[in-house]
């Protein structure tokens, strides 16, 4: 009979050692924010793009529009 410790160890040590291994994989190469940096970044909308989209979804009626579009405008 060889005991707890060594059939415990002969058995869950080699099943430990590939955790940790995919573990350490998932850290060094998983996802991270680092990739995010390589992402193209979105280019902010100017108002009056952002204004127009309103008007085309239907979110402003076009006195709305005018409104906002004169304010954006002028000030």
């Not at 869950?12 to 060094?28: K, Q, R, T």
Request: overall charge negative; aromatic content about 10%.
């Amino acid at each position: 009979m060889m005991g707890f410790g060594g059939g415990f160890g002969m058995f869950f040590g080699p099943l430990i050692l590939i955790g940790i291994a995919v573990f350490l994989v998932y850290i060094l190469y998983g996802p991270n924010e680092r990739k995010t940096e390589l992402e193209p970044r979105t280019i902010e909308k100017a108002p009056l793009q952002i204004l127009d989209e309103r008007l085309a979804r239907g979110d402003i009626d076009q006195r709305e529009y005018e409104e906002k579009r004169r304010v954006l405008e002028h000030g």
